[in-house]
C-alpha cells in the first residue's frame, strides 16, 4: 500500500539520522525551553530567552530554521502561512493530527504561545531545498499534473491550484503551499486524510477533496508536486486571484480554520 510505506521509511530515518541521545537531548531541551530554563550544556554562554532559542528543541527534527531536508519526512516549516501552522500545532494538541513527540511538546502550552511560534516560524524567509528528482514514470507524473492544475470534473475533484494559489504557493490566511514538500511527506499526509486519520477544523474541505482521490491519484500528485521547484521569491498569495466561476464554486467545499487568540500574554506580539 502506498502510504504504509512512509512510516516505515520514517522510523527508519529517524533511527537512522537522529542519535537517540541527540534526541533525548532536544526533548529535555525543549521541555526545559518550555519552563523557560537552559539545559545545562546550552552552547550559549548566557542563555538568551528569546523564541529563536525556545524553538531550538524543533530543529532537531524539522531542521535549522524550520528548513527541512530535501528527501525527508520532516515537514518544512519556514514561511509557511501562520494561521496554518498554528491550525496544525492545535491539530496535534486536539488530537485531529498524530505523531506522539509532536502532541507532547505542544500540549502543555497555551493557544497564545502556540500562535507566538507560528509567527516565529511563518517570518523566517530562508531558501528552498532543489526540487527531488523521483523515479515516477512520464504517465504518473502527467496525471499528477493534470490533477493540480485542472481537477477532474467527472469526479468532482477540484483543481488543487484553486485554494492552493495558482502557483501552489498558498493563499492567506490559512491555506499552505504545496512546493518544497518531501514526496514521502506528501503521499503520509493525503494517506492520512484518506483513512480519517488526519484532519483538519471543520468543515474539513482536504478531507472531501481526498475522498475522491484514489491512492493512484494521491501517488501521482506527490510524485509530480515534489518534482517542482519553489519559485524564487515565493510566498502565499495574499487572495485567491480570481473569484472562482459559480460552476467551480458549486463544488468547492468550504475550508474550516481556527479563530487566532488575542494577543495578550507578555509575549505575544514580540516575534514579528
Ligand atoms: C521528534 C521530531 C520532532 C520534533 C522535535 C518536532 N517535530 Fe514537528 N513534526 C514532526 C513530524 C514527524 C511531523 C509530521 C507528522 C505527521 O505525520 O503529521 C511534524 C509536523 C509539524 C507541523 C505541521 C507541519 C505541516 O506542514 O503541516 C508543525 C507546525 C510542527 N511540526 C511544529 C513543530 C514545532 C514548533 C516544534 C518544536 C516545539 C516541533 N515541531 C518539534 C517531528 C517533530
Ligand atoms: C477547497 C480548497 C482546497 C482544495 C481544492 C485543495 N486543498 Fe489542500 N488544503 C486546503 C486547506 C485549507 C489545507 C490546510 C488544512 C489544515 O488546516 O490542516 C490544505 C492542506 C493540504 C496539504 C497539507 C500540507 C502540509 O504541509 O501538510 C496537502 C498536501 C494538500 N492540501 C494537497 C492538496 C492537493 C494535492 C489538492 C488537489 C488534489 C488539494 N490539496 C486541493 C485546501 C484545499
Redesign the pocket.
Known amino acids: 500500500m502506498p502510504f504504509s510505506k512512509?512510516?516505515a521509511l520514517?522510523l527508519r530515518r529517524?533511527a537512522q539520522r537522529?542519535q537517540p541521545a541527540a534526541?533525548a537531548r532536544?526533548?529535555v531541551a525543549?521541555a526545559l525551553s518550555?519552563l523557560g530554563m537552559a539545559p545545562a550544556w546550552s552552547a550559549a554562554p548566557v542563555f538568551e530567552d528569546s523564541i529563536a532559542q525556545?524553538?531550538l528543541?524543533?530543529?532537531?527534527?524539522?531542521g535549522p530554521q524550520?528548513r527541512a531536508a530535501p528527501d525527508g519526512?520532516?515537514?518544512?516549516?519556514a514561511g509557511?502561512p501562520a494561521a496554518?501552522?498554528?491550525n496544525?500545532?492545535l491539530?496535534?494538541r486536539e488530537g485531529r493530527?498524530?505523531?506522539g513527540?509532536?502532541t507532547q511538546?505542544?500540549e502543555p502550552?497555551t493557544d497564545a504561545y502556540?500562535l507566538e511560534?507560528?509567527q516565529?516560524?511563518s517570518a523566517l524567509k530562508v531558501p528552498y531545498p532543489a526540487p527531488q528528482t523521483g523515479t515516477a514514470s512520464a504517465a504518473l507524473l502527467a496525471q499528477g499534473r493534470q490533477l493540480v492544475m485542472q481537477g477532474d470534473s467527472a469526479r468532482q475533484v477540484p483543481a488543487c491550484v484553486q485554494c492552493h494559489g495558482e502557483r501552489m504557493t498558498g493563499v492567506l490566511p490559512q491555506v499552505?503551499g504545496l512546493l518544497g514538500?518531501p514526496h514521502d511527506?506528501l503521499n503520509?499526509?493525503l494517506g492520512?486524510w484518506k483513512a480519517g486519520k488526519?484532519r483538519a477544523h471543520a468543515p474539513d474541505c482536504m478531507a472531501q477533496v481526498v475522498e475522491r482521490l484514489s491512492l493512484d491519484d494521491i501517488n501521482a500528485v506527490a510524485s509530480w508536486l515534489a518534482a517542482q521547484a519553489v519559485p524564487a521569491g515565493s510566498q502565499a498569495l495574499a487572495a485567491p486571484r480570481a473569484a472562482p466561476s459559480t460552476a467551480a464554486a458549486s463544488t468547492l467545499p468550504a475550508c474550516g480554520s481556527a479563530t487566532l487568540p488575542v494577543a495578550t500574554g507578555p509575549k505575544a506580539g514580540a516575534v514579528r
Open positions: 512512509p512510516s520514517f529517524l537522529i534526541l532536544a526533548l525543549g518550555v525556545r524553538t528543541a524543533c530543529s532537531a527534527c524539522h524550520g519526512y520532516y515537514p518544512r516549516l509557511k496554518y501552522l498554528y496544525q500545532l491539530n496535534f493530527r498524530h505523531y513527540l509532536m511538546m505542544v502550552l502556540l511560534i507560528a516565529y516560524f499552505p514538500l511527506y503520509a499526509q492520512a488526519r
